[in-house]
């Protein structure tokens, strides 16, 4: 089965090295396809070579329960760090979090036993409704991983199950040390028990402790397919922040007073390039004269000369950008 998306990418560059090659031209003069692709190279290659090109952002995410993977934007480059407000550990199930385990069942002919697709053995607390109404009147199997309601039930009756790690009202370790601090603001005077030095040595145990316990979550990230995966499992729906790198649209970098003026040096280098690769496959125009001869060899030079100053630029980070660190070896 033929990719379309694979031919359409193949295509475009086909498009690309077509026009390069001075393709189209019959009046040995730039077309509009040409200046398009002048403009999209300079922007490609501003996009690779400077780091202005980019800005950092934060993204919030649902975690979905036992849900892995998640397909984020097309414009975000990287993603750094996920971080979550719980202090060590995973946040339990309840009220906010949500059941670690939900299912209905529609109870057929004097039904009784239901089977659950969870460890029944790590559960606090299980709730169990009929029609909407909780019951208590069941009993577990662990080993089967069975409910079994009590007395037999009519057909279409529904019946519902929630599972809870500790309690259903339970929500969690979450923990929000700025408010904590302001409501608790004997931490930031000096003249009271604590203060500052109490609150740095709480964040450094906080940290601590999100190591060792979970609360730095890992992951993998793949930047072709825009593909997030979690590598451990969420128990349970909870909101994450992401810190992540996002392209800056163009937009931006054409009014961006640093950047526009690199992107139209370098789109002017490539048009004369190819302006010259044109010209080269006409040496000369016959006249009365006895001919002119063209310019393309000249032009072609003069624009490898310009590329390599404007590239030279970007590694200066002349055209914006924080440049790249000092290095040695």
């Not at 290659?45 to 995410?61: A, G, I, Q, T, W």
């Not at 550990?89 to 057929?108: E, I, K, N």
């Not at 397919?225 to 800056?248: D, G, S, W, Y």
Request: with cysteine; charged share 20%; hydrophobic share 35%.
């Amino acid at each position: 089965m033929v990719d379309n998306n694979l031919v359409t990418k193949k295509q475009e560059i086909f498009n690309y090295v077509n026009a390069f090659l001075g393709g189209g031209m019959v009046d040995v003069e730039l077309d509009p396809i040409h200046y398009e692709a002048a403009l999209t190279k300079a922007l490609s290659r501003y996009r690779m070579r400077s780091d202005h090109s980019v800005e950092e952002s934060y993204v919030s995410l649902k975690l979905v329960q036992d849900q892995n993977d998640y397909i984020l934007p097309s414009e975000i480059m990287e993603v750094q760090q996920i971080y979550r407000r719980s202090v060590g550990s995973r946040p339990m199930s309840g009220s906010q979090a949500g059941p670690l385990y939900s299912q209905s069942y529609v109870a057929t002919a004097n039904q009784q036993i239901f089977t659950v697709n969870y460890n029944l053995s790590s559960i606090g607390t299980i709730i169990v409704t009929i029609n909407g109404t909780e019951s208590s009147n069941y009993a577990t199997d662990s080993g089967a991983r069975t409910i079994t309601v009590n007395t037999p039930l009519t057909a279409g009756t529904v019946v519902g199950v929630k599972l809870y790690a500790v309690g259903e009202s339970t929500t969690g370790s979450l923990f929000d040390p700025f408010n904590l601090a302001y409501s608790n603001a004997y931490l930031l005077s000096k003249q009271n028990t604590g203060g500052l030095a109490t609150y740095e040595l709480f964040s450094q145990y906080q940290e601590l402790i999100g190591r060792m316990f979970g609360s730095f979550m890992e992951f993998t990230w793949n930047s072709s397919t825009k593909k997030l995966t979690i590598l451990q499992r969420p128990r349970a729906e909870e909101e994450v922040l992401l810190e992540v790198f996002m392209f800056r649209p163009d937009v931006q970098l054409l009014d961006d007073y640093l950047a526009k003026q690199w992107i139209k040096d370098y789109t002017l280098a490539s048009c004369k390039y190819m302006l010259g690769e044109a010209r080269e496959k006409f040496a000369t125009i016959a006249g009365p004269q006895g001919g002119t001869s063209l310019n393309g060899s000249s032009l072609k030079a003069e624009a490898q000369s310009e590329m390599e100053k404007l590239e030279n630029e970007v590694a200066m980070a002349m055209a914006g950008g924080t440049g790249y660190a000092f290095t040695i070896g």
